[in-house]
């Protein structure tokens, strides 16, 4: 390259001016372009680098960890085994082994599959049409038989059908849903991005969203126990505003409680749905209905799980599984260590242990099934 002050000279010593004046300039133009293009390419280098390290956590950052994937073979048969096995002869160190495995085996979707089991559903329990007490399925005068006790009913009065939503929630099929449950495997787990990018988010007992690398941010439905209303809330017989700042989290999402399952849980529920009408909130309380409850345990378990009553995780994979053609699990996990066997939490937030006989074993043993059929997608690693 020629030295700058070389080149004016040049330009000065030039007896035909015109042309090399021009052809001087143009280079000094196209030289500064280049310039400010290194500069905004630079810019936006540094700029998108700052906002992905604000986006993600450091521990998220790091390099592609994921092991090789598995022989063809190999995935084949661990899905052969877990499809055949049965509940009771599984062990659960057997279990945990199989779902590390298939962590490392291609997941792919078996749209047939699927659809049998939607069909399945559709035909005990229609989701569209029931999962929610509505106007349109419950009239004046009815009476509602609670979930646990047949023998209470409720009489829908005026008052009564107002607080129930016009229709259900689910108008119309939903691509892709992201079921996340609290588990302690959620913890670090990176996964919040990719649940963000589901069309629909299902939340269980308003969870804290301040791990939201982890979780996500995006909440299209949350279940709220009354026990949770009622001891951390003194059942709202107190101040009201920490349960609205909880409730706001969530926004805009509906909160689902099981108002006619346990008649002496229906007061509490009710008092969450005026709690919100009179703080003006735009979200809603909506709740459960009962037979559609008691129809999906019919169902399970002519399909072998035999429990009193289903776990809320599994309720709403079941609604799933109606109304989402993709369904991905994120945070089930009922074992005290993750798959390389290193402890973890009991919730992604906390280390109290679960009520006993809550998160049980079948739950996560139907899971892993329906991951080795291709019906659902059981995450349980973490997400890169
Ligand atoms: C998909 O599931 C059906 C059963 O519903 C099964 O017959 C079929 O072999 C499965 N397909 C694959 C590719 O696994
Ligand atoms: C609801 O129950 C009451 C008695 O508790 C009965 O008189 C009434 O007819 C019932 N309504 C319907 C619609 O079944
Ligand atoms: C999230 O909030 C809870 C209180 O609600 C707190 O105990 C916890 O430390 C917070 N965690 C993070 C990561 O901010």
Redo the contacts with the bound molecule.
């Keep these: 390259m020629k030295p700058r002050g070389g080149k004016r000279g040049a330009a000065r010593d030039l007896t035909g001016p015109g042309r090399s004046i021009t052809m001087i300039y143009r280079r000094r133009i196209l030289k500064g372009l280049l310039y400010f293009l290194m500069f905004f390419v630079s810019c936006a280098v540094i700029y998108n680098s700052y906002t992905k390290k604000q986006r993600r956590a450091p521990y998220c950052l790091g390099t592609n960890e994921e092991p090789p994937p598995l022989p063809a073979d190999t995935c084949r048969n661990i899905k052969n085994i877990i499809t055949i096995s049965q509940i009771k002869k599984i062990k659960s160190d057997e279990l945990r082994k199989h779902v590390k495995d298939l962590q490392r085996c291609p997941w792919s979707r078996n749209a047939s599959a699927l659809m049998a089991i939607r069909s399945e559903l559709q035909a005990c329990c229609d989701a569209a049409r029931y999962f929610l007490v509505t106007q349109e399925n419950t009239q004046i005068?009815?009476?509602i038989t609670y979930e646990t006790q047949k023998s209470r009913?409720i009489?829908v009065t005026e008052t009564l059908h107002k607080m129930f939503p016009k229709t259900s929630v689910f108008n119309k099929p939903i691509r892709s849903c992201a079921v996340v449950g609290n588990g302690g495997i959620l913890r670090n787990s990176c996964c919040g991005a990719e649940i963000d990018r589901a069309d629909y988010v299902f939340r269980f007992n308003l969870p804290p969203m301040n791990y939201s690398d982890d979780t996500g941010r995006k909440t299209n439905l949350v279940t709220a126990n009354p026990s949770i209303v009622s001891k951390r809330y003194s059942r709202l017989h107190e101040r009201r505003r920490p349960f609205m700042d909880l409730v706001k989290t969530f926004e805009p999402a509906p909160i689902l409680m099981a108002a006619f399952s346990y008649p002496g849980t229906t007061d509490v529920t009710f008092k969450v749905f005026y709690t919100l009408d009179e703080f003006g909130s735009q979200q809603k309380v909506v709740y459960y209905h009962p037979n559609y409850l008691t129809n999906l345990a019919v169902y399970w378990k002519e399909n072998g799980i035999a429990v009193r009553r289903l776990s809320s995780g599994f309720m709403i994979v079941s609604t799933a599984l109606e109304i989402c053609d993709k369904v991905t699990l994120y945070g089930f996990w009922p074992f005290d260590q993750d798959t390389n066997g290193k402890p973890i939490l009991h919730h992604y937030y906390d280390n109290m242990p679960p009520k006993r006989g809550a998160h049980s074993m079948p739950d996560e043993f139907f899971y892993t099934q329906m991951h080795s059929k291709g019906i659902v997608k059981l995450q349980v690693e973490k997400c890169f």
């Design positions: 005068g009815d009476n009913q009489v």
